[in-house]
């Protein structure tokens, strides 16, 4: 699952907004984000970056705007064994689509 970096407090802000428009309790929005209620909290404290599916569905549930992306991190998908460990080959895009690497 990709990842959205937003402004600070963005992601925090845009959640409390999401969670008054719905009229829904954290539960529901884990639900609704296939996530557990522990996962929502740690976004709207910004202790991770939220997934990118998952805002985009918020935004659309509530109607409210998305906030300005800065970057989608991409998950790590794919996984390469050099000298017998496991390394991630995931990378970052900027917006624009450009590899951070």
Not at 27 to 53: G, M, N, P
Not at 61 to 75: A, G, K, T
């Amino acid at each position: 699952m990709n990842r959205a970096v937003l402004d600070k407090g963005a992601q925090s802000a845009f959640l409390e907004a999401a969670y008054e428009a719905l009229g829904l309790t954290w539960d529901e929005i884990a639900a609704l984000c296939s996530v557990s209620r522990k996962t929502v909290l740690d976004w709207r404290q910004e202790v991770s970056l939220i997934r990118h599916d998952a805002l985009l569905w918020l935004a659309e549930l509530s109607n409210l705007p998305v906030p300005h992306i800065h970057e989608i991190i991409l998950e790590c998908t794919t996984f390469i064994n050099l000298n017998g460990g496991a390394n991630c080959a995931g990378s970052t895009k900027r917006t624009d689509g450009t590899s951070l690497g």
